[in-house]
């Protein structure tokens, strides 16, 4: 079974610095899908970026970028310019498909941004 | 443009009353998922469905039952509610694999069992 997972309860950043969220996660399949969703207070779920475990190239979503290391199993998100905006619970996921369809999450880290 | 729905948005139930929880997805989604959340134990999978007529338990899938009649429709149900059920669901679909597999999450059901 894959485990994702979060080390980092909380963290918080300066507006306008850089902040590093730390995901890892453990898989025996080699096919799979990360994805880092944000949950503002609102409560809804929002996709901020995902990366396909075949492509070596991070992905990137303007200000927000991960450094996939699939030999590592890890997957950190670095959100640039920090915006209040982006202030709100991070959570990591992994998804598989074909005969491993579950979509499974880590903790979160709840990301406080000071003006 | 509706995505995942879930009804009811908020409830309160007493103890070993029952209720059923409908999630519906116009995006012809073939996976859906029941999560709950906790604070400080994120999103754990109740069941999840990969077709109509399928179902499959997740991590903690004791007290709930779910169905997939339609393929647009997953309910899920708890039969005699517990205080321990008191919590955030959050309904999710996604396409099957491998493109387009990002989940579309509903906005939420508060439930509070008393």
């Known amino acids: 079974a894959q485990t994702v997972t979060q080390s980092q309860p909380e963290m918080s950043v300066q507006e306008a610095e850089t902040v590093t969220l730390s995901c890892t996660y453990d898989t025996s399949e080699s096919d799979y899908y990360l994805f880092w969703y944000k949950q503002p207070p609102s409560r809804q779920m929002i996709l901020v970026i995902r990366q396909e475990a075949y492509k070596q190239q991070n992905a990137t979503e303007n200000r927000f970028s991960v450094n996939f290391q699939k030999a590592a199993k890890s997957f950190s998100l670095k959100i640039s310019d920090s915006q209040l905006g982006d202030a709100a619970m991070y959570f990591c996921?992994?998804?598989?498909?074909?005969?491993?369809?579950?979509?499974?999450f880590g903790t979160g880290t709840r990301l406080t941004i000071i003006p | 443009n509706a995505g995942v729905t879930q009804t009811p948005k908020f409830r309160v139930l007493k103890t070993g009353q029952s209720m059923t929880l409908l999630c519906a997805q116009d995006?012809?989604?073939?996976?859906m998922y029941w999560y709950r959340q906790d604070p400080g134990m994120g999103l754990r999978l109740i069941h999840y469905s990969v077709g109509e007529g399928t179902t499959a338990k997740g991590e903690v899938p004791d007290g709930y039952n779910v169905s997939r009649l339609k393929k647009q429709n997953f309910l899920l149900g708890l039969e005699s509610a517990a205080p321990s059920q008191t919590s955030v669901y959050f309904c999710a679909s996604r396409e099957a694999g491998p493109v387009n597999t990002e989940a579309f999450f509903g906005q939420g059901t508060r439930l509070t069992v008393v």
């Open positions: 995006m012809n989604h073939e996976y």
């Open positions: 996921a992994y998804g598989g498909y074909f005969g491993n369809e579950k979509l499974t």
